[in-house]
């Protein structure tokens, strides 16, 4: 697929040409507008979906501040457990003397 920089090319090549048929050049002018339009439409509604996601994740993070300053405000525990040090219990290991010396 070609980039509408290509075709920008190829229609300021048509007109540095000269004789290229005046319908070729409007031909290659309208589908540039086209795609000029498209791209127009795609990037309204990428800003819209963008502006909607960063409404409802806004929300979002002050109904979490608001609930913070609730449970700091009671002294409550948070909903979960913090992170605290890891506990690690080693196996239990078989009960041998290790010697130096070999067993005869």
């Known amino acids: 697929m070609r ?5 920008v090319d190829d229609l300021d090549r048509m007109v540095d040409g000269g004789n290229v048929p005046k319908h070729e050049i409007r031909s290659q002018i309208a589908f540039i507008g086209r795609e000029v339009a498209a791209l127009q439409a795609d990037y309204a509604r990428l800003a819209e979906a963008h502006e909607e996601l ?11 501040e608001a609930e913070n300053v609730r449970l700091i405000a009671s002294n409550q525990q948070p909903p979960f457990e913090p992170l605290g040090e890891p506990t690690f219990e080693p196996p239990e290991l078989p009960n041998k003397r290790w010697s130096r010396q070999p067993d005869h």
């Open 54 to 64: 960063q409404e409802s994740q806004l929300a979002r993070i002050r109904q979490l």
């Open 3 to 7: 980039t509408l920089q290509e075709h």
